[in-house]
C-alpha cells in the first residue's frame, strides 16, 4: 500500500502556472497503482493560455477523423507527460524519444513534470513548423469535443490531455482522488460524441474510445494542450511593396505554403495580399533585406529546404519578383537570419546569420546580386540565443544594432553596431520568451521612430513596441488573428 500527499509547486512568477504534483488524499491499494508525483494542471496565467476555437475553426473539421498513431508506454511512473508529448509530436513527423523528452523537461523521479516545463519543450519544436501549444480548459463536452476536432480533424494534429487517472473508466478499480497523468487524443466522431485516446499507463492504457461527456469530466483545469496554427512564420518587413510610403510585412502560412503580404502600418490578417500561392513551406529563414537585386526596392532572402540554396526574391509592387540563387548548399547549417542594415560601411544592407554547428555569429556583406565574404562576429554561444532582429540605431552610436532574446531566461538584449563588428551588450527587459515573431517596421505609432513588432505566442496577438533612442517603449496591442483559424 502506497499513499501519496497532495502538495501545490507555485512554479516562477504571478503569471506562471500554479501545478500540484501527486494529489492523492487517499490511498492507492487497488490495481494498478497509480504514478507517484504526477502532475495536474491548475489554470494558468494569461501568456500561457491557448486561444478559444472560434465555432467556424470547429464547423471545418469533419464528422470524424482518426490520426494514424503509433501508441507507446511510459518507460517509468512519472513518464506520462514525456511520452504522451513523444506520441503529440510524432504527428507532426519528429521523431523524439520519451527519455529525451523527460531530461529536456527536466522530468522528476519525485515530482513528474509540470505544464511550465513541458511546455517550452513543446513548443521547441513545434514553433519552427509554425504551430504553437497552449493550455485551454476543455471540461465541457462540447468545448473539448470542438479543440480536440480542429487539432485532429483541420490540423491533424493530436493534442496531449491532462486528465484525472482514477477517473478514466479503465481505471475503475483504483482508488485515490486527483492522480495526475497525461494521455493523448487522436480521434473523434461527432455523430456519436466519442474521443478516441492512447493512455500510456500500460498496466489499463493503450486506446480507448470514451465519451466526450466522460473525458471532459475527468479533464483537470485548463489540462488541454492545445495545438494551434499561426500565420505568421517567417513574419519579417519588406519595405514598402504597396506603393502607400508604410513598410509592408510578408509571413508563410506553414500550413498551405503560401506567401503573404500584410501591408503596413495595420498589418491586419484579413487585409493581407497573397503573393505567393505555393511551396513556400518549402523555404525556411525568411527575411528582408535591403536592394540586393538592383531595383530600388527591398528584397526578400530565404533557404530552400531540400538542398540548403539561398535566394533572393526582388520586391515589387503587391509582389515578389523571379528568384536569384545567391548561396550554395550549406546554408540550411544557418539559422536566425535578419537583415541588418549597414555594417560594412558600402551603402548596401548586410545579412547576420548563425552557425548551428558550433554557435558562431557570421556577417555576410551584402552586394549587388549577392554577397560578400562573410565575417565572424563571435566564435561561439548564440545558439543559446533566438529571435534575432536588425534595428535601426537604439544605442545612440549611428549605426544599427542587434537585439536578441536569450533563450534560459526570456531576457532582450542589444548589440551595438559597429565596423563589421558588434559591440558589448545590454539588457533591454525580460519577459520576451514567450513572444515570436519579431521584426523591425517603420513607424506605426506616428512619433517618428521606427517600430518593433511581435507576436504573443498564446494569444495570436500583434504587438507594437514604439522606438526609442535606448530601447523600445511599453508595447500596444496592434492587431489579432495571427494563430490562424484557432485565434
Known amino acids: 500500500m502506497r499513499s501519496y500527499r497532495r502538495r501545490v509547486l507555485p512554479i516562477g512568477s504571478v503569471a506562471a502556472l500554479i501545478l500540484a504534483g501527486g494529489g492523492l488524499t487517499g490511498t492507492a491499494n487497488a490495481a494498478p497503482k497509480p504514478p507517484p508525483g504526477a502532475n495536474l494542471v491548475a489554470k494558468p496565467g494569461a501568456r500561457a493560455m491557448a486561444p478559444q476555437v472560434t465555432a467556424s475553426a470547429a464547423a471545418a473539421a469533419p464528422a470524424s477523423a482518426k490520426l494514424s498513431l503509433k501508441g507507446q508506454y511510459q518507460k517509468t511512473n512519472m513518464n506520462c507527460v514525456p511520452t504522451s508529448s513523444s506520441m503529440s509530436l510524432s504527428t507532426f513527423g519528429v521523431s523524439v524519444s520519451q527519455e529525451t523528452l523527460a531530461k529536456k523537461m527536466g522530468t522528476s523521479p519525485t515530482k513528474g513534470t509540470t505544464g511550465a516545463q513541458a511546455r517550452p519543450v513543446l513548443n521547441s519544436y513545434a514553433d519552427p513548423l509554425g504551430y504553437s501549444y497552449g493550455f485551454a480548459d476543455a471540461r465541457t463536452a462540447s468545448s473539448l469535443m470542438a479543440k480536440v476536432s480542429y487539432d485532429v480533424g483541420v490540423l491533424k494534429r493530436a493534442p496531449v490531455l491532462g486528465v484525472f487517472m482514477e477517473k478514466l473508466p479503465w481505471n475503475s478499480k483504483m482508488s485515490g482522488k486527483n492522480v495526475g497523468h497525461a494521455i493523448v487524443a487522436y ?70 505554403g503560401k506567401l503573404w ?7 491586419t490578417v484579413s487585409g493581407r495580399k497573397l503573393i505567393g500561392s505555393s511551396g513556400w513551406n518549402g523555404m525556411t529563414e525568411l527575411t528582408g533585406i535591403g536592394d540586393l537585386s538592383g531595383d530600388g526596392k527591398a528584397d526578400l532572402v530565404a ?23 545567391i548561396g550554395n548548399s550549406g546554408w540550411n547549417n544557418m539559422t536566425e537570419l535578419t537583415g541588418m542594415g549597414d555594417l560594412t560601411g558600402d551603402g548596401r544592407a548586410d545579412l547576420i546569420a548563425v552557425s548551428k554547428s558550433d554557435g558562431a555569429l557570421w556577417l555576410y556583406p551584402g552586394k549587388v546580386k549577392g554577397l560578400g565574404g562573410r565575417v565572424q562576429l563571435r566564435a561561439s554561444g548564440w545558439t543559446g540565443m533566438e529571435k534575432l532582429t536588425g534595428v535601426t540605431d537604439i544605442t545612440g552610436d549611428g549605426r544599427p544594432d542587434l537585439i536578441a532574446v536569450r533563450k534560459s531566461d526570456g531576457t532582450l538584449w542589444v548589440y551595438p553596431g559597429g565596423t563589421r563588428s558588434l559591440g558589448t551588450a545590454k539588457q533591454l527587459g525580460s519577459g520576451w520568451g514567450g513572444i515570436r515573431s519579431l521584426t523591425l517596421t517603420g513607424d506605426i505609432t506616428g512619433d517618428g521612430a521606427s517600430d518593433l513588432v511581435g507576436v504573443e505566442a498564446s494569444t495570436g496577438i500583434m504587438f507594437v513596441y514604439p522606438g526609442r533612442t535606448t530601447g523600445f517603449a511599453a508595447r500596444q496591442q496592434l492587431t489579432t488573428g495571427w494563430n490562424g483559424s484557432a485565434g
Request: charged fraction near 15%; proline fraction near 5%; charge should be positive.
Open 187 to 256: 480521434g473523434y466522431n461527432r455523430t456519436a460524441g466519442t474521443i478516441t485516446v492512447f493512455d500510456p499507463w500500460k498496466s489499463t492504457g493503450g486506446t480507448h474510445t470514451i465519451s466526450a461527456k466522460s473525458l471532459a469530466a475527468d479533464m483537470q483545469s485548463y489540462g488541454m494542450y492545445l495545438v494551434t496554427a499561426r500565420t505568421d512564420v517567417g513574419l519579417s518587413t519588406l519595405g514598402n511593396q504597396t506603393g502607400d510610403s508604410s513598410a509592408d510585412a510578408v509571413a508563410v502560412d506553414r500550413a498551405t
Open 303 to 325: 533557404v530552400r529546404k531540400s538542398d540548403g540554396t539561398l535566394w533572393v526574391y526582388p520586391g515589387a509592387t503587391n509582389a515578389v519578383g523571379t528568384p536569384i540563387k
Open 261 to 267: 503580404l500584410y501591408p503596413g502600418p495595420k498589418f
